[in-house]
């Protein structure tokens, strides 16, 4: 069969796919993942055809709109965050801060054309793709609404592939509480005001399927999957963090431990110019450590950083996947590669949740496991990760459940196991 794969354009959103992609490959199936270049990520078009798969480019740079910057993590830290407690009582309202700000930014990533009849880029270009390339499965990121339309108007079978916890679905299903609520003033869906002229170009209708797929993939641990009314398959996340040369340094287990930093996508918001995170004096404290320390950092915080001591190493990149069998500890922001990637090399973990989608809900899954320890990023105090990051090294409890968490990743069946039934719902759903 034909797997067409829609994604997010931000390499983050790329990565969880993968290796579903290689194991469809590796079954016979064709395959492609069309997303587009631009303000998000410029470099997700390069990044899939480096994983070895097929991209199909469904717009550049020039075709979208500029103001999305703000919604891309690379903005001032007091922008509303897209992040929200899952597991929180629907009474405290901030899923609905949530929903309002994703509104805004679906209507910005697929606009309404400017002139009667204009192209929507996106929208049309991947309809225009699925029409003629005619998928039998299309696979689409949560956040890449063109693709359950680009679905429908090929006779394509559809589904979503969550990467992180479900909020659209969480969202979604409080607010049709909320409309069926008497006492409630919303007397619309809010993302029927972008949505709704999109699906009425195409004869397609506003509904559950529309927004939450014919039925869900979902890569995120048991325990992190909000209870929802949806059929839903648990899929493992093996972790794919990039290609690249194996560097000499890491031939060989160092003779003393490991710590990672990590600051994921969203490094400079948490390291950079705007949270003035002392990385000179955090260096300084663990200059007294035996340990060795490997930090990603750009050139930027690199300056910041000064005079690095000798147990330090600074580099822009490396794999994860490639130092994390080395580690002993790593420190990250709570995203779910860096977390997943920890995960699957049973490697404790600090983490500092920022808050973007679901990092708290990570942050708590992992201190709960006894797989690490959780830092405020809002109150970050030099003495105090060093403190956690030594109790983190030396605890024994934390390896411990390092393992409970690699345990229940590994209960999940594995991409290559899940091929059979999605053939199977492919031929149903079609």
């Known amino acids: 069969m034909r797997v067409l794969f829609t994604i997010f354009p931000a390499t983050a959103h790329l990565y969880p796919v993968v290796p579903l992609a290689?194991?469809?490959?590796?079954?016979?199936?064709?395959?492609?993942?069309a997303s587009h270049a631009g303000v998000v990520d410029p470099g997700v078009i390069d990044n899939i055809a480096a994983a070895g798969l097929t991209a199909v480019p469904l717009g550049t740079p020039d075709e979208l709109p500029e103001a999305l910057g703000p919604h891309t993590g690379d903005a001032e830290p007091d922008r509303p965050s897209l992040g929200f407690d899952a597991f929180e009582p629907e009474e405290t309202g901030s899923w609905r801060t949530t929903r309002a700000i994703l509104t805004g930014m679906f209507r910005l990533h697929y606009p309404e054309p400017s002139e009667p009849g204009a192209r929507r880029p996106v929208l049309d270009n991947l309809v225009d793709f699925a029409?003629?390339?005619?998928?039998?499965?299309?696979l689409w990121d949560p956040l890449m609404f063109p693709a359950p339309v680009a679905a429908r108007v090929s006779g394509a079978a559809h589904a979503r592939l969550l990467w992180g916890m479900d909020n659209i679905g969480v969202i979604h299903e409080r607010t049709?509480?909320?409309l069926a609520d008497p006492a409630s003033e919303l007397t619309e869906h809010p993302w029927l005001s972008w949505f709704g002229p999109v699906l009425e170009r195409h004869?397609?209708?506003?509904?559950?399927?529309?927004?939450l797929g014919q039925w869900t993939l979902d890569l995120t641990q048991s325990r992190m999957q909000a209870p929802l009314d949806q059929t839903r398959?648990?899929?493992r996340r093996v972790p794919y963090t990039g290609a690249g040369r194996l560097p000499g340094w890491l031939h060989?287990?160092?003779?003393?431990?490991r710590a990672v930093l990590s600051l994921g996508v969203s490094r400079r918001k948490i390291f950079g110019k705007y949270s003035g995170f002392p990385l000179r004096e955090f260096f300084a404290s663990v200059s007294e450590l035996d340990i060795e320390v490997v930090a990603t950092l750009n050139s930027q915080q690199l300056d910041a950083?000064?005079?690095?001591?000798?147990?330090v190493r600074a580099l822009e990149y490396v794999p994860l996947n490639q130092v994390l069998p080395t580690a002993s500890a790593i420190i990250h922001h709570g995203g779910g590669g860096t977390f997943s990637s920890a995960v699957a090399h049973r490697v404790p973990q600090l983490v500092m949740p920022l808050v973007m989608w679901d990092e708290?809900?990570?942050?708590?899954?992992?201190?709960?496991?006894?797989?690490?320890?959780?830092?405020?990023?809002?109150?970050?105090?030099?003495?105090?990760?060093?403190?956690?990051?030594?109790?983190l090294l030396e605890d024994p409890s934390f390896q411990l459940g390092a393992r409970r968490l690699h345990d229940e990743m590994l209960a999940a069946p594995a991409p290559k196991e899940i091929v059979p039934l999605l053939e199977r719902l492919t031929a149903e759903r079609r």
Do not use: C
């Open 176 to 178: 049709k509480r909320e």
């Open 360 to 391: 708290m809900v990570t942050a708590r899954y992992v201190r709960d496991m006894g797989a690490g320890l959780v830092a405020d990023p809002d109150a970050l105090d030099v003495a105090e990760m060093h403190k956690q990051l030594v109790r």
């Open 131 to 138: 029409r003629a390339w005619r998928p039998d499965l299309v």
């Open 305 to 311: 950083a000064g005079t690095l001591p000798g147990n």
């Open 252 to 257: 060989t287990r160092p003779g003393r431990p």
């Open 22 to 33: 290689w194991a469809l490959q590796s079954a016979g199936h064709e395959v492609v993942v």
């Open 233 to 235: 398959i648990p899929v």
């Open 203 to 211: 004869g397609l209708e506003f509904g559950d399927e529309m927004l």
